[in-house]
């Protein structure tokens, strides 16, 4: 039995269907049970479940051969904050999987451009997990994508050009970045949950091709066939405010922060390593959006 904490997110959720496909046994865990209709459906078990209730944990891990954590609080405040989610509720989770005698856990953690980045409270929560896991002794395998196109390409710049013509931009948005499809990531994640040639690897992945915020906007003007309203948040502006606001909400001053590191130099993410030792084929922002909004984005663009 293979365990899914976030199973109802981007990247458990493609994961989930890819293991379910292969007729592997899924458990779903999640805090939102009734979100997990279509996986019930497919064939997954589903638990209630919260990182933040270690009781819940040490029951989802029951019976469980192998764990994969694929949740994530970003955007989080009080209770549910990064801090307490992304860290200590991870590191609950891997205490759980150890006393229940897990064999392998695989962890979604995120791709690191620079030293810069370590200051951003989500990526140092991000890496003290990584070092709790390695040192668990555990067997286990870290993945490391770049931002995911779900989230930070169609969620934060996409899908409000598509409903209202508008978009706000944290920075100039001209900085090269790469965005990686979940569904590729997802690709990655059932190798380490089938197979044992991931065990003890981490695992940088991206995107075949790098792109900047504004290369998104005009992609999905090109879909709707309409110019894009675009609104900057200069990045002194940015500086200031993630600041001011880490203590009233600490998630959206981590995606402020975050943006004004990637808008300060370029952050680029070379494919080649990746495919040279796993050849397949990784999915574009273009083909990406020819398969999940293209249908919706023709037909605004024809009204």
Request: net charge neutral; proline share 4%.
């Amino acid at each position: 039995m293979i365990l899914i904490v976030g199973g109802t997110g981007s990247l458990g959720r493609a994961t989930a269907n890819r293991l379910l496909a292969k007729g592997e046994p899924v458990r779903i865990m999640t805090r939102a049970p009734e979100k997990a209709g279509d996986l019930k459906q497919a064939g997954a078990e589903i638990v209630q479940g919260d990182l933040l209730d270690k009781a819940s944990l040490f029951k989802a891990c029951r019976g469980v051969n192998k764990v994969m954590a694929s949740a994530h609080s970003i955007f989080g405040r009080g209770w549910e904050a990064s801090k307490y989610v992304d860290l200590q509720g991870h590191i609950d989770l891997i205490e759980a999987a150890k006393s229940a005698g897990v064999e392998h856990f695989v962890y979604a953690s995120a791709y690191v451009f620079g030293p810069d980045y370590e200051s951003v409270p989500f990526f140092q929560c991000k890496q003290k997990v990584e070092h709790h896991l390695q040192a668990s002794e555990l067997s286990y395998t870290i993945l490391r994508p770049t931002a995911f196109i779900e989230s930070h390409a169609h969620d934060l710049i996409g899908k409000s050009i598509l409903s209202s013509g508008k978009v706000a931009l944290f920075g100039k948005g001209e900085r090269v970045r790469n965005f990686v499809a979940a569904d590729d990531v997802a690709k990655f994640a059932v190798l380490a949950l089938t197979e044992e040639k991931l065990n003890g690897q981490i695992v940088d992945i991206g995107g075949p091709t790098n792109c900047t915020n504004m290369d998104v906007v005009r992609l999905y003007e090109k879909a709707t066939g309409q110019k894009a309203k675009v609104t900057r948040v200069p990045a002194g502006a940015l500086r200031v405010m993630y600041q001011l606001m880490r203590p009233l909400h600490p998630g959206l001053s981590q995606i402020m922060q975050f943006s004004l590191y990637n808008d300060l130099k370029d952050r680029p993410f070379d494919p080649q390593p990746l495919l040279e030792a796993y050849p397949m084929q990784l999915t574009s922002l273009e083909d990406w959006m020819v398969n999940h909004v293209g249908s919706r984005s023709a037909s605004m663009a024809v009204a």
